[in-house]
C-alpha cells in the first residue's frame, strides 16, 4: 500500500514528502465511503491516514510544534472515529478462532455468549458510524488537507527526514524494553504503533535507498503482526468471561494478522 507513494530518487528531499503527505489524506478520504461502510473500507481508510501520520512524523523538524500538533491531531481524530468499527471486527475473528480451538463445551458455551454480546455492540456501534462517524471523519480529513497546503515549502533537503527517522527508532526501542518489563495491553498497542510507523516511513524511502531498508521493513511487518495478536488476546483477557478458556497449542494465535 505504501509504495504507491514511495519516494524516487528524483523526490526533492522534505519537499517531496509533503507533496506524497498531501497525496496520502487525498486517498485516505476518497476511501471513504459516504454511507455504509465494509470492513474492507474501514481497515484501507485507516491504513491511508496511519500512513499520513508516519509522513507527518518525518516533516516534524520543518513545523513549528503548533502547526505539527494540530496536523497530527486532524489525522489522529479522523482514524479514532474508525477505529472501534476495526477493533471490533478484529476481536470478534480472534475469539471465533478462539471458541473453535477451545476444550470442552461449557467452556464454548460461554464463549460463545460473549461473542454474542459484543456482536451485539458492534452492532450499535457500526449504526453509529454510519449515522455521524465517516462524515465527522471526512471533515477532518479536509482539514488536514487544508492545513498541508497552508505550510511555507519545505527544503530540498533530507538531513531533517533522516533525523526524524533515528527519532522513531529510538521511541520504538524504548517501548520494546518497557514491554520487556511489563507488557499489558497498552503498552503492546503502543510498541505495534511505534513499529508500524517506522515501517512506514521506512517503505516510504525504501526506493531511493539500500536494499537492506526493504528487508527491515519486512522485520517490522512481521513485529506489528505479532504484537497484534498478542494486544488482541490481551484486550480479550481483560473483557472475555471470568473464566479463561483452555486452549490448543498455538495459544489461539494466527487468525488475527490476516485481518489487520
Not at 31 to 44: M, V, Y
Request: net charge positive; glycine share 6%; charged share 30%.
Amino acid at each position: 500500500m505504501t509504495h504507491r507513494f514511495a519516494v524516487s530518487h528524483a523526490t526533492r528531499g522534505a519537499r517531496g514528502m509533503r507533496d506524497l503527505l498531501h497525496r496520502q489524506v487525498q486517498r485516505a478520504i476518497a476511501q471513504l465511503p459516504q454511507r455504509q461502510a465494509t470492513d474492507e473500507q474501514i481497515h484501507s481508510a485507516r491504513k491511508h491516514m496511519k500512513a499520513a501520520r508516519a509522513t507527518l512524523r518525518l516533516l516534524r523538524p520543518m513545523l513549528s510544534e503548533a502547526a505539527y500538533g494540530r496536523e497530527n491531531r486532524a489525522l489522529r481524530d479522523a482514524a479514532r472515529v474508525l477505529s472501534a468499527a476495526r477493533d471490533d471486527t478484529v476481536l470478534l475473528q480472534t475469539l471465533g478462532e478462539l471458541t473453535r480451538e477451545t476444550k470442552g463445551s461449557g467452556q464454548r458455551r460461554r464463549l460463545s455468549e460473549f461473542r454474542a454480546r459484543l456482536q451485539r455492540d458492534a452492532g450499535r456501534r457500526r449504526s453509529e458510524l454510519a449515522r455521524h462517524g465517516l462524515r465527522q471523519s471526512a471533515a477532518r480529513l479536509r482539514s488536514a488537507l487544508t492545513m498541508v497546503d497552508s505550510w511555507p515549502t519545505p527544503p530540498e533537503d533530507w538531513k531533517p527526514v533522516y533525523r526524524s527517522l533515528r527519532a522513531s527508532y529510538r521511541k520504538g526501542r524504548c517501548c520494546a524494553r518497557c514491554n520487556a518489563q511489563h507488557a499489558t495491553g497498552p503498552t503492546l498497542h503502543e510498541w505495534r504503533k511505534c513499529a508500524k510507523h517506522l515501517r512506514s516511513q521506512l517503505e516510504l524511502i525504501a526506493p531511493a535507498q539500500h536494499a537492506s531498508v526493504e528487508a527491515m521493513s519486512t522485520q517490522l511487518h512481521k513485529l506489528s503482526a505479532h504484537l497484534g495478536e498478542e494486544h488482541d488476546l490481551a484486550v480479550l483477557g481483560e473483557h472475555g468471561p471470568p473464566q479463561r478458556p483452555t486452549i490448543g497449542p498455538q495459544d489461539g494465535r494466527g487468525s488475527a494478522e490476516a485481518h489487520r
